[in-house]
């Protein structure tokens, strides 16, 4: 298979952080005095912050203003933080690191696409600071996936044709905004794989390096 770009989402494909967003988002829960278990949690995979904290408050027994949410993801955004300062190089896997460098050494222009606005923050404590050829995420955008928008700009940036980028996803909306955007999409793990849409289910992350031989 030939390609020129490939965009690699972040949470659940480059590294996990699932547990310190489910932290912080139970933490903020529990004050409000909302239920919240991993089963929700798994909603919310793959969605902007303002968008995960409605379908938290769901459950809730009174309606909140535009201010108090805004005042309740700065919070929970503020926990996550914190939790992710016990991210280290550690956090990112061997068979991660091996076949990232792989691909840079065949030379793909290789780029993250993901809709966190700690996407920086996260790469530079697990050691991927500078590594990437570009960075497109939340801080750049103002759709989530579904949308395309952070796809389509992490292609902009790398001066690349979306129909010549291949995007890494975990989540059946990434691959959605993969699709939207005009780019093949590949699967890797959570509701991704097998949802239908992709154009390809990867066995591991290492098998990108097959894939792409």
């Known amino acids: 298979m030939q390609t020129k770009a490939i965009i690699f989402d972040l949470d659940g494909v480059i590294c996990f ?4 967003h489910y932290q912080a ?3 903020l829960a529990d004050r409000l005095g909302i239920y919240f278990d991993e089963k929700i949690n798994d909603r919310l995979r793959g969605v902007s912050r303002m968008a995960s904290l409605e379908i938290i408050l769901e459950r809730a ?3 909140y203003t535009q201010e108090e949410k805004e005042a309740f993801t700065t919070e929970k955004n503020e926990t996550y933080r914190e939790l992710l300062k016990n991210m280290s190089p550690a956090d990112l896997s061997d068979e991660v690191r091996e076949t990232l460098h792989t691909l840079k050494s065949r030379g ?7 809709s966190s606005k700690n996407t920086k923050f996260i790469l530079e404590r697990i050691g991927l600071a500078g590594f990437f050829d570009a960075i497109a995420d939340g801080t750049d955008i103002t759709r989530s996936k579904p949308d395309p928008e952070v796809f389509l700009k992490a292609a902009e940036k790398i001066n690349k044709d979306p129909a010549d980028c291949i995007v890494i996803e975990d989540a059946k909306a990434g691959i959605q905004a993969a699709k939207a955007a005009g780019m ?4 890797l793990f959570g509701d991704a794989r097998g949802c239908g849409l992709e154009d390809y289910d990867l066995l591991s992350f290492a098998d990108l390096a097959n894939v792409l031989n």
């Not at 952080?17 to 310190?20: A, E, G, I, L, V």
Request: positive net charge; glycine residues 4%.
């Open 108 to 114: 793909y222009t290789m780029a993250i696409g993901s």
């Open 184 to 187: 093949t999409a590949f699967a």
């Open 25 to 27: 988002w139970k933490q």
């Open 17 to 20: 952080t699932d547990r310190f």
């Open 61 to 63: 027994d009174r309606a």
